[in-house]
């Protein structure tokens, strides 16, 4: 295959920007978007005059012109449309988080490995400069061991009707987690709050246990007053803060202090605050969506793994649905299977 | 009595600010200082000749012309020499957090009543023009119904030898809470993890969980390459941000904005993450410790209750004990009695 | 005229915000782009099939379709193409700076007067949710009377081969602080310096001089490690700040400390350095270029002044102008004619 | 000499601070402090019960067991004092700025060496660890040839009643430039404005001219709503950032951009407004006015030349003359002598 004809399906707040990235991959050609509402779909051949329109997701499911979906709609929804795009023998890139449960999850998984086929979820910030700077400090030995992960990810947003707000958020941070380390939780302690009637939690706090020493924390709302997009990794050596709002010091990496052991070295951290000198890299700046979009079509084209490939996909569902059942019975240790 | 002679035990970290506060306090008179370090001591002398020092603490304990003891220990050694302090019926002022039981509260408290003697703990925050500026705010209603407390504490502190990053830094965080608001939690989830080998935790979770749709949550670490100390506190009108790094801009009140219920509104949040304009009040600015200080002679004096009452101090240990469970059962709720 | 045919020349680093706007706004029908380079051409045809390209600008400054210029092109050009448009009966939106000199932009106004047609500068900030939030601080007292404003803004920019730091970035400044205050001033003074070969220079400061107490001063520079865009807007009430790079909180309004006059409120300035509560408004968030676009079509359809008209435009030049006089002589004191 | 005996006169803002670290400084004995007003000698008294005090300057001046004079009073009385304590053999450290005119500057330093004694002034920020991290990275070569400092100095302050806002503030930042370059200014221009009804100028900018390429500029003001206190110090190599604000990062160190000469390197300082990685250096935390106390102690005992040596002392009352001059004048050049 040379090129790869793409059908995306849900043209809401996110399409917009998938398909406009998807419109500049060389190889990809945008054949159709689907959308149920008509006045989504005038946007689409306002911007792509060339792109096809359809308020019906079988136009591009059962379309034989079409080889790979991109489906972004709501996250109940992803099951059954990845399902019969699979069986329609066509690649399927999923919005994040890949689907509501984790049996669904292994299945589209199994369809898609037995008929040869790329399915792959959208876990944007696999693909930022800070990210791919962070995991290369951390597989070139800078950070040393890495010892906790701790991300707080607040803001005033928009209430989710379907899923609460750690579906919603905390798949950002455990695809980041998965992605840097290589070892997985055995369990997780999960704690909301909800301030509406329909019980779904606007406030949770996941905490991710391991078998050995390292532990790793997740904050999430939707009812905080200030944006945070702040997550930490602290290595043996070097500790790494990640503020995704800085604008151009999104990076910065510490010395661990805690690692000095001489009385004169413990003094001088209660006058500083701080172990070492600070360290701020230059990021590569360009779009992640750019290159998510990129290593799709590649991927689809030379039969390659993706970097936000389906198993990263299918951790974060396994720790979301026990997360959902930790909250259930307040905050109780729940297995990871 | 018109006087208040004070002896004071423990001249390490924060016993010379102790000093020096109680110095300024008019109707205190600072008699003598206890410390078992003889160089210590010698630096009392430097900056109050006046005052006499002694390496036994028997000298305060047993001393009939000292009214009020200010015990500034490890915690394992507050109960043992407040006991004994209120035996011999002298006034006892204490470091947070209290003791290192509940159990050894509880019975400070019925013999500091049994006796007619001020029993007072030294949680000073309460005293800061933030937290009194936000126990205001929630009084007069500007911040409507209270829906969660988070709060931040971290930062590269010093790895306490006796007592977990729960017992350092948290007495703070709970000891304003429960300042702001009246209920109490029914119960606490809390996890952590420990980078040395004496299994104490250095970075820990906890939450606590109440009757009635509130909140709180607090992340206290040793660990973090950075100095945060921010809370928020969400009301159903408005949220307020204390940032206690903020040198002029402490404490930032927001509109709640999903109590805006028109789509426009949702909208606008979606763009903006903000409901409306800010308000960033000037706060007093004299001194915690200074007034924590003339608190506790003047409530000596006038046989008065202190704002750092013992209540909040015997629960401020209660929610301790039961983190301390908890962690060792992997989070699991615990009730707090 | 119910619908403006519009042509625009230079489609270089601001064309394609520009094009982007005008395609948005109702009334408006972009007809065709001129650029020397066909590689810039292609880009417009990508994005837009419809509208029409050309590398020579005459077609469409003789094109009688065409009713209104845009001209997007370095300054040197500015004259040129917008007197022919002119003199071809064409409305015309001239990039700032509006010409390289006054004689220029005087026979400009003088012209687009005598035919009859808008010609407009594009002073974006002019239409910023910040700026017209300011406006009506001082128009409705708040602020009081404004006695200083000051700004800085520096980056690590593009030296512009033709025109030194102030002719770059002076502008957004000049137009705001024009539109702010009525009053307009005596003389400037300016000084700078250059570390190219071109003489041409890259950081440079100016001091406005007005006959009543009132003093502006603009801080200018390509070759600052830090991006920084902070005007201050003090007035004998309360003074503002303007930090167009924060996201959320762009403007901020503090007390007036210096009017106090007790000694009380004197110190307190001494130990606070605040004088009172601050207040963070919140802002419009539309994009000021669509409504400076949409002012500009409206303003030709409707016969009305735009919001930056060209005496705004012509004053920012011959501040300009005075200012290379007074670097040449050496910060000399230069006379606004 | 193995001791120095010092006196000190003018115990108002500042005074105490000195008295606090000479009394910690090995060799010097702090015998006598002189104030006018005697409720801040109570104060003294209160704590340092050692020290005798006089409400008369001639106490100190006229006293032989005195061997060096500490002169904090109001600048208009440097000159009266420090002349006296000279003439009676007395080593001299006088507050910034030295003196109020450069007459008098110039016969204290005469007068100093003709007898062979210290007089220094207390320029406390060239003993902060930021300058001197500073100053070595210039002096190593690393910040490459010096292009420009640029520096703000501005906040809510009290308005002084004898000197105006340069006087005040911008010694700080000129005994700085002085200290990190080695050439000399040969011309200033400033303005400035008032706003009270003392001619004293509360906002004023100074631009001090080089003979080769270098440029500084001080924007100093006691009306900002706003603490800043930014350096900017600019070399072809490397810039640096001091702000002297920042708790923990006040130094930061980045890669100057526009060295850069490739259009691919042009093209990512427009997207990224940074040109490499930032390095903040950790530095060292001793209080700054210790080693200047200190710095004064040992250059008597060991006769040596101290950092803040009286010819940068000098320097800085020749500019600020200048600058006052050049105030009058409306921005005219004033050269530097």
Same mark, same amino acid.
């Given at each position: 295959?040379?090129? %790869?004809?793409?059908? $995306?399906?849900?043209?809401?707040? =996110?399409?917009?920007?998938?398909?406009?990235?998807?419109?500049?991959?060389?190889?990809?050609?945008?054949?159709?978007?689907?959308?149920?509402?008509?006045?989504?779909?005038?946007?689409?051949?306002? *911007?792509?005059?060339?792109?096809?329109?359809?308020?019906?997701?079988?136009?591009?499911?059962?379309?034989?012109?079409?080889?790979?979906?991109? +489906?972004? #709609?709501?996250?109940?929804?992803?099951?059954?449309?990845?399902?019969?795009?699979?069986? *329609?023998?066509? &690649?399927?890139?999923?919005?994040?988080?890949? #689907?509501?449960?984790?049996?669904?999850?292994?299945?589209?998984?199994?369809?898609?490995?037995?008929?040869?086929? $790329? $399915?792959?979820?959208? &876990?944007?910030?696999?693909?930022?400069?800070?990210?791919?700077?962070?995991?290369?400090? +951390?597989?070139?030995?800078?950070?040393?061991?890495?010892?906790?992960?701790?991300?707080?990810?607040? *803001? $005033?947003?928009?209430?989710?009707?379907?899923?609460?707000?750690?579906?919603?958020?905390?798949?950002?941070? +455990?695809? +980041?987690?998965?992605?840097?380390?290589?070892?997985?939780?055995?369990?997780?302690?999960?704690?909301?709050?909800? &301030?509406?009637?329909?019980?779904?939690?606007?406030?949770?706090?996941?905490?991710?246990?391991?078998?050995?020493?390292?532990?790793? &924390?997740?904050?999430?709302? =939707? #009812?905080?007053?200030?944006?945070?997009?702040?997550?930490?990794?602290?290595?043996?050596?070097?500790?790494?803060?990640?503020?995704?709002?800085?604008?151009?010091?999104?990076?910065?990496?510490?010395? #661990?202090?805690?690692?000095?052991?001489?009385?004169?070295?413990?003094?001088?951290?209660?006058?500083?605050?701080?172990?070492?000198?600070?360290? %701020?890299?230059?990021?590569?700046?360009?779009?992640?969506?750019?290159?998510?979009?990129?290593?799709?079509?590649?991927?689809?084209?030379?039969?390659?793994?993706?970097?936000?490939? *389906?198993?990263?996909?299918?951790?974060?569902?396994?720790?979301?649905?026990?997360?959902?059942?930790?909250?259930?019975?307040?905050?109780?240790?729940?297995?990871?299977?």
């Amino acid at each position: 295959m040379s090129t %790869v004809n793409l059908g $995306l399906i849900g043209y809401g707040y =996110w399409g917009p920007n998938l398909v406009r990235n998807f419109h500049a991959v060389n190889n990809c050609n945008v054949k159709m978007v689907v959308d149920a509402r008509q006045e989504r779909l005038d946007l689409v051949t306002r *911007n792509y005059p060339s792109v096809q329109c359809s308020t019906n997701a079988d136009d591009i499911l059962n379309n034989p012109d079409i080889d790979a979906v991109v +489906i972004v #709609t709501p996250v109940f929804a992803h099951y059954t449309l990845a399902k019969k795009a699979l069986e *329609n023998g066509k &690649h399927v890139l999923v919005e994040k988080p890949m #689907t509501a449960s984790v049996a669904e999850a292994e299945e589209l998984i199994a369809l898609a490995e037995s008929k040869g086929l $790329l $399915l792959m979820v959208d &876990h944007t910030f696999l693909y930022t400069g800070a990210v791919r700077k962070i995991k290369d400090l +951390i597989t070139d030995g800078t950070i040393g061991r890495v010892q906790y992960i701790d991300s707080t990810r607040i *803001n $005033l947003g928009l209430f989710q009707p379907d899923i609460n707000v750690l579906w919603d958020l905390a798949p950002h941070d +455990i695809s +980041i987690l998965n992605f840097l380390v290589d070892e997985r939780p055995i369990s997780v302690n999960a704690t909301g709050v909800t &301030h509406t009637n329909n019980n779904i939690e606007n406030i949770a706090y996941l905490t991710l246990n391991y078998a050995d020493g390292f532990i790793a &924390h997740f904050n999430c709302s =939707w #009812t905080s007053p200030v944006k945070i997009r702040m997550m930490m990794i602290g290595g043996d050596k070097k500790m790494v803060v990640y503020n995704d709002i800085e604008p151009t010091e999104k990076v910065k990496i510490y010395d #661990t202090g805690y690692a000095h052991k001489t009385d004169e070295d413990k003094k001088k951290i209660l006058v500083d605050y701080r172990a070492g000198d600070v360290y %701020v890299p230059k990021l590569n700046t360009v779009e992640a969506l750019a290159d998510m979009a990129k290593d799709f079509i590649t991927c689809i084209i030379e039969k390659k793994e993706p970097v936000s490939n *389906n198993r990263i996909g299918l951790d974060v569902v396994k720790i979301l649905e026990a997360s959902n059942e930790s909250i259930k019975n307040k905050g109780k240790e729940v297995a990871i299977k």
